[in-house]
């Protein structure tokens, strides 16, 4: 969704601050200018517009940027679409865009790729998955603020994962459903801070990999690489930024891989046209590593005292599973008494002021 916060005088943006520049396929036609997810089916390039569009697949012809084929979903409409994911049998279509944080219809439409594929009348009949925050206790309609704005999902062995858009904290949240018709409640399974705002996801059913993409207020674009992701959980992440070709927007929104590939589309903005372009998935240049693996943090549990065994050390912040800050510490010995039993995010710096760790861990009494 284009988004009046990014004000003019965040214009000039110089690419050079960029890591790497990615390659335009070309760029979109008018009618899929709002693209906000994106998945690759046999070389199929589907994508959908965000909120207030047709509730209409579209796929996209790689040699002009026009709509190739129209699907329409039958009986739904596009409250807020904002991510498009599959796994080996269904495609999944998240209604999950919730800027202002008020939602209380969130839902992810289901439609079997065969369905799909095959249908002679370019229309399919989705079966509908309703879900909440479990943690979402009040619903006010407050703007560029809330932490329950569902902007990417992926689908992995029977489960959906959905990544949010702190517009509170910059954090994003990492949700989990069962991807199969009913209403259900979304399990906060934890947090990551890719400093920005995260827009697109992508799991890669080859190579376990899972991709995130965003940007920053600043529109400058990134994907966050997450390696060994189950269940919600994983050992590492990397982030790096890139830029995109001059005159076209740095709202980027989706994300799909392909053959050693990240595809990624943006969405028009005030900063220039909406296109669909490709980036290397194995290159290193302007990445930042977020967790680095030899950092020790214990007990865990931990009773009164967590420590930080790490010659980097720089400072640390403890959250809660929302992304609350509760403390900040600039020893490697914090004291967490004073913190009710439960379970908090661990954040810690190196001296180049990296993140270098996050970990969750558990308060006991």
């Known amino acids: 969704m284009t ?11 110089c690419t050079s601050l960029y890591g790497q520049t990615a390659s335009l396929i070309q760029p979109l036609s008018g009618g899929i200018s709002e693209t906000s997810g994106l998945i690759i089916i046999d070389g199929r390039f589907i994508t959908h517009n965000d909120s207030g569009g047709d509730a209409a697949l579209y796929e996209i012809d790689t040699t002009s940027g026009n709509i190739a084929r129209t699907v329409v979903l039958n009986g739904v409409e596009n409250t807020d679409w904002e991510d498009i994911t599959r796994d080996e049998t269904y495609i999944y279509v998240g209604d999950i ?3 202002p944080g008020n939602r209380t219809d969130l839902r992810i439409q289901r ?9 002679p009348t370019d229309a399919v009949n989705p ?14 309609n407050s703007t560029f603020t809330t932490n329950f704005d569902g902007e990417a999902m992926v689908a992995i062995d029977g489960s959906i994962f959905i990544f949010t858009k702190n517009w509170g904290n910059q954090f994003c949240n990492i949700y989990q459903i069962p991807a199969t018709p009913g209403t259900h409640s979304a399990v906060n399974m934890g947090n990551l801070n890719p400093q920005g705002l995260i827009t697109g996801a992508d799991y890669n059913i080859t190579n376990g990999h899972l991709t995130l993409v965003g940007h920053s207020l600043f529109l400058q674009p990134f994907v966050v690489d997450i390696v060994n992701f189950d269940n919600g959980e994983f050992d590492s992440f990397q982030k790096t930024n890139f ?6 927007s740095g709202q980027a929104e989706a994300i799909a891989q392909n053959n050693g590939t990240y595809y990624i589309t943006s969405e028009a903005s005030f900063v220039g046209e909406s296109g669909l372009y490709s980036l290397p998935a194995t290159y290193t240049l302007d990445t930042e590593v977020l967790n680095e693996p030899h950092v020790k943090v214990y007990p865990n ?5 967590i420590f930080i065994d790490y010659g980097n050390f720089a400072r640390a912040e403890v959250r809660t599973i929302t992304g609350e800050l509760l403390l900040t510490s600039r020893s490697s010995e914090i004291d967490i008494e004073h913190l009710s039993e ?24």
């Open 97 to 99: 865009g919730n800027n």
């Open 342 to 365: 439960g379970i908090y995010i661990l954040t810690i710096w190196n001296k180049l002021n990296n993140q270098s760790k996050q970990v969750k861990f558990a308060v006991v009494q």
């Open 111 to 119: 439609i079997a790729i065969s369905d799909y594929i095959n249908t």
């Open 243 to 248: 830029a995109l070709p001059g005159g076209y």
């Open 127 to 140: 079966e509908t998955i309703y879900y909440s925050y479990e943690d979402q206790t009040a619903f006010p």
């Open 3 to 13: 988004r009046s916060l990014f004000i003019l005088v965040l214009l000039p943006i």
């Open 301 to 305: 549990p931990a009773i009164d005292k």
